[in-house]
T-cell receptor
Framework: DAGITQSPRHKVTETGTPVTLRCHQT?????MYWYRQDPGHGLRLIHY???????DKGEVSDGYSVSRSKTEDFLLTLESATSSQTSVYFC????????????FGQGTRLTVV | KNQVEQSPQSLIILEGKNCTLQ??????????LRWYKQDTGRGPVSLTI?????NTKSNGRYTATLDADTKQSSLHITASQLSDSASYIC?????????????FGRGTSLIVHP
């Protein structure tokens, strides 16, 4: 299995609080991605990174920010959590552009109450 | 807008039977098409990957086919097992666009009954 660790695996938080999810990889892959998965929608890209300090928005980026200060870590922050951000969040990594090889983490289940 | 449509949305079969899942896409030109298996509560795991020049790829009991002319792919599962119960996701990556961000289908939920 590819070395991807997401933390925490489960979290319950209150509306309006900030939340940070962490993705850590040991594969030294250049590209890292954050997705959310909701029933009826499949996986949707939130943000992605193509190198240290290089990030860009995906299709559902509103309300989320990311940071990548080291190759191995990609952080997803919900500045002020809302109930609509209740979801399962997945991190993925790939060595090259074109998504020729992409590996997913185990997911973080976030509940905003 | 790039789209990936999968059918059926859900499928129930008996153990030992074969089944075929469909994926239609509009991504063009595309770099590769991948099928993932996602067990409940787990992250997706890659089953097969095909470039535009390939028309079939096997991984054990899983065989993916690709028709780039009609923009269709299928995943055939032979002699299904209870462990095949999962969601199967089709993902298509574009060949251009700078970021090469793939488009995901919504998945087919497969349930295998004993």
């Amino acid at each position: 299995d590819a070395g991807i660790t997401q933390s925490p695996r489960h979290k319950v938080t209150e509306t309006g609080t900030p939340v940070t999810l962490r993705c850590h990889q040991t594969e030294n892959h250049r590209y890292m991605y954050w997705y959310r998965q909701d029933p009826g929608h499949g996986l949707r890209l939130i943000h992605y990174s193509y190198g240290v300090k290089d990030t860009d928005k995906g299709e559902v980026s509103d309300g989320y920010s990311v940071s990548r200060s080291k190759t191995e870590d990609f952080l997803l922050t919900l500045e002020s959590a809302t109930s609509s951000q209740t979801s399962v969040y997945f991190c993925a990594i790939s060595e090259k552009a074109g998504y020729t090889e992409a590996f997913f983490g185990q997911g973080t289940r976030l509940t905003v109450v | 807008k790039n789209q990936v449509e999968q059918s059926p949305q859900s499928l129930i079969i008996l153990e030992g039977k074969n089944c075929t899942l469909q994926c239609n896409y509009t991504v063009s030109p595309f770099s590769n098409l991948r099928w993932y298996k996602q067990d409940t509560g787990r992250g997706p795991v890659s089953l097969t990957i095909m470039t535009f020049s390939e028309n079939t790829k096997s991984n054990g009991r899983y065989t993916a086919t690709l028709d780039a002319d009609t923009k269709q792919s299928s995943l055939h599962i032979t002699a299904s097992q209870l462990s095949d119960s999962a969601s199967y996701i089709c993902v298509v990556s574009p060949a251009s666009g700078g970021s090469y961000i793939p488009t995901f289908g919504r998945g087919t939920s497969l349930i295998v009954h004993p």
